[in-house]
């Protein structure tokens, strides 16, 4: 099996180097990671310069790695490029989770999105980080995840995320909760304002989501899809609202 890693917290992260490690158990692993962190950079891709990859200063024990300056997207469709379509792209593990709206601006999952879309398996892997993250303690549960997944040809794109000290694994579906935005006013170092964005939860977790998994201690594995498409509305609209065929059609 040929496995790209990459993330969107940069190539300097200790979660590419642990997902590697593990990764490389299951086949011949390649990193092209971006440059800097692109956290919550969500599927942007950079069409306005070229991009370029370096050599990765960093020492993965042995496995090829390669910094990019782009986006976690960009990293996936550069690797896949470089690398003759490898088998599945894994992305992360990221520092701080992925659950419910996250996944909407997620850099991480973007890039296993950006596999789907080149016809790769894409599986986006992240942990809390109010706590330091402690990787060997995951490890097993990472090694347990990627082999339930690779095993299984039928999931495509799928988020995974591991709480501090997991008791067990379950699948989950996405968290769609109401927030309240929450604006921090702040003052930088020349006395200048500055804001900080952020989110508030304005209702607790259902039981089956990925949150709920998470706040109980149970790794969360949620299989997704590109297509948006509501199809029940799609339906009401079509038995509620018919289109004529003509509709929009001059007549003589």
């Not at 991009?51 to 090829?64: A, M, T």
């Not at 939860?201 to 259902?206: I, R």
């Amino acid at each position: 099996m040929k496995i790209l890693v990459t993330n969107d917290d940069g190539i300097y992260s200790p979660g590419i180097a642990a997902l590697a490690k593990i990764a490389a158990r299951f086949g011949e692993v390649k990193i092209v990671a971006p440059d800097v962190e692109q956290s919550s950079m969500g599927h942007a891709i950079t069409a306005s310069r070229p991009l370029s990859y370096k050599k990765s200063p960093v020492d993965f024990g042995g496995i090829e790695a390669y910094r990019v300056n782009g986006t976690p997207a960009d990293c996936v469709a550069l690797g896949q490029h470089l690398w003759d379509k490898p088998d599945v792209v894994l992305s992360g593990i990221n520092m701080g989770p992925n659950l419910g709206n996250a996944m909407w601006h997620s850099g991480t999952l973007a890039a296993a999105k950006q596999a789907v879309l080149f016809g790769l398996k894409g599986i986006a892997l992240s942990t809390p980080t109010d706590v330091e993250p402690d990787f060997p303690s995951l490890d097993p549960f990472v090694e347990q995840t990627l082999d339930l997944l690779f095993k299984n040809p039928h999931l495509n794109l799928v988020n995974v995320n591991f709480p501090h000290h997991p008791k067990g694994v379950r699948w989950t579906r996405q968290s769609v909760r109401l927030y309240d935005n929450k604006i921090v006013p702040g003052l930088d170092p020349m006395g200048r304002k500055h804001y900080w964005f952020t989110v508030v939860p304005l209702e607790p977790a259902e039981e089956g989501t990925d949150r709920w998994a998470i706040e109980n201690q149970f790794v969360s594995i949620t299989p997704l899809r590109l297509d948006l498409t509501n199809e029940a509305e799609l339906v009401k609209a079509q038995l509620a609202y018919p289109i004529s065929e003509s509709a929009g059609q001059q007549t003589e």
